[in-house]
């Protein structure tokens, strides 16, 4: 019975390779006596050959991660909106009221939602490279240990072929019964423990192809759901252009001066103080984003603490052109702008011989990047070796510095709020200087706070969810 339970169980699992017995199992003749006893042929626990080194579990859960995130690439190619969700988004963003208090908090309801999805992306990839690491350590595994289970197939075959003979009904067989007795005891226990350990293999083999065909179904919906909702932001983001492009000429001026300012800039310092001394629009807002400061400052203890009691009891005046609240207030409360791994944090090692002086995140490509903290945009442009950088003015004398960015779709001069969409990651790593030295391909996103003009390591400011280790940290 254990010869056709084993086979129907190699058989079901696809494993066809196990099922091919030793050539001289299959031609061997019909024996008798004591030879045909199965134990000088089949010791299941006959020591293997030299084995392998075992495989870095790091170095191969990466492999498998960077093939999983291949395949990911090659779905999303496949996956497009049918034209009646398309027509269903369009309607229902031509609806909404088009004031730009509306759209905007259309826009960071959106920019949430999506960040939401990527993050389940994100989840979902490292769940499927966990899942195939699994696989490949359980085929190894069956594969490695081909010949002994060949063995013990080959072996209850042999036994098949020729019994031991009966002692009631050949009583001159005694002596062979007896010898066939005792080395079946030995022999059928190892047999039986063999057995037992392929069909669990099999069994979690089968277990883990279910939960990572059931794991890409779901991807395949959160994908679908994440493109979906990346339509819906780009219509938002063309609606709210139209509100507030008041004078295209003059925005368009505006970008070509501070282009000519970021290229005589050598520092970032140098190009906050250009940027807020130079542009019209960034000088303006600045400067009444200091009045707004300055009159919070004059308020009455009893004032200030109504005001914080209303602006945490539901969400702040979109028509505020100061942050919402002092951010030297927001530690712990801030939520990182992109979803993704984080691969170096404020004092590693740089790559360059240097500490960094902010932190780098790794993320899926088209990410949305949005404001971590209200703030004024400073500057939204291409700066050195940084790539596509956004500066905003968060009060207090902090600045936070994002760059790495594929496109921009904010501008300077303007007041954003937190969680609002600032920019899109691209399809891979952006060449700068704060990208050097990772062992990623994948976009890179740059975050520096800078406190007066000097950096400062930024962790204090996120949520816990958000300070888990780099990948780089023992």
Excluded: C
């Excluded at 190894?140 to 009966?166: I, T």
């Excluded at 007041?415 to 990623?440: D, H, W």
Aim: aromatic residues 2%.
């Amino acid at each position: 019975m254990i010869l056709p339970l084993l086979a129907a169980g190699l058989t079901a699992a696809a494993v066809p390779s196990l099922l091919p017995l030793p050539s001289r199992a299959q031609d061997a003749p019909a024996q008798s006596g004591d030879e045909a006893t199965p134990a000088p042929a089949a010791p299941p626990t006959t020591p293997q050959a030299a084995e392998a080194p075992p495989p870095d579990p790091a170095a191969e859960l990466a492999k498998k991660r960077d093939e999983t995130r291949a395949e990911l690439d090659a779905l999303s190619k496949t996956i497009n909106l049918s034209s009646d969700k398309v027509n269903e988004l369009e309607k229902s963003i031509a609806d909404l009221d088009k004031s730009s208090t509306t759209i905007r908090q259309a826009l960071i309801d959106s920019a949430a939602r999506r960040k939401t999805l990527e993050k389940q992306i994100l989840d979902s990839e490292k769940k499927l490279a966990d899942l195939g690491v699994k696989e490949d350590g359980i085929r190894r595994s069956l594969h490695d240990r081909r010949g002994l289970l060949a063995e013990v197939l080959a072996a209850l075959q042999r036994m098949g072929r020729n019994p031991p003979p009966a002692l009631l009904v050949t009583p001159n067989d005694a002596l062979a019964s007896v010898r066939s007795a005792i080395l079946l005891g030995a022999v059928v226990p190892g047999m039986r423990k063999e057995t037992d350990k392929l069909a669990a293999d099999l069994t979690n083999l089968a277990a883990l192809q279910a939960a990572s065909t059931k794991e890409r179904a779901d991807l395949t919906a959160t994908m679908t759901n994440g493109i979906e909702e990346e339509r819906r932001m780009d219509l938002l983001l063309a609606e709210n252009d139209k509100l507030s492009r008041s004078n295209a000429a003059e925005l368009e001026a505006e970008k070509k001066h501070s282009e000519e300012l970021a290229g005589k800039a050598t520092t970032l310092e140098g190009l906050v103080a250009s940027m807020e001394s130079e542009i019209s629009s960034v000088r303006d807002a600045a400067e009444a984003a200091r009045r707004e400061e300055e009159n919070r400052k004059l308020l009455t203890d009893e004032q200030r603490a109504q005001a914080k009691a209303l602006a945490d009891s539901g969400v702040p005046d979109k028509n505020r052109i100061a942050p919402a609240y002092p951010f030297g207030e927001l530690k712990a409360k801030l939520e990182l702008p992109v979803a993704g791994d984080i691969l170096r944090q404020f004092g590693d090692a740089d790559g360059t011989g240097h500490e960094a002086m902010g932190m780098t995140l790794a993320t899926n490509p088209d990410s949305v990047v949005t404001a971590p903290a209200d703030g004024l945009v400073v500057y939204a442009g291409a700066f050195r070796s940084y790539g596509q950088m956004i500066i905003l003015d968060t009060g207090d004398g902090y600045h936070l510095v994002l760059s790495g960015m594929d496109t921009i779709s904010t501008r300077q001069g303007k007041f954003v709020f937190a969680g609002e969409p600032l920019a899109a990651m691209g399809a891979k790593r952006v060449a700068s200087a704060t990208a050097l030295a990772l062992e990623t391909n994948l976009p890179t996103l740059y975050i520096e706070f800078r406190k007066d003009g000097k950096p400062v390591d930024s962790r204090p400011w996120w949520t816990a969810k958000d300070t888990g280790k780099a990948r780089n940290d023992s």
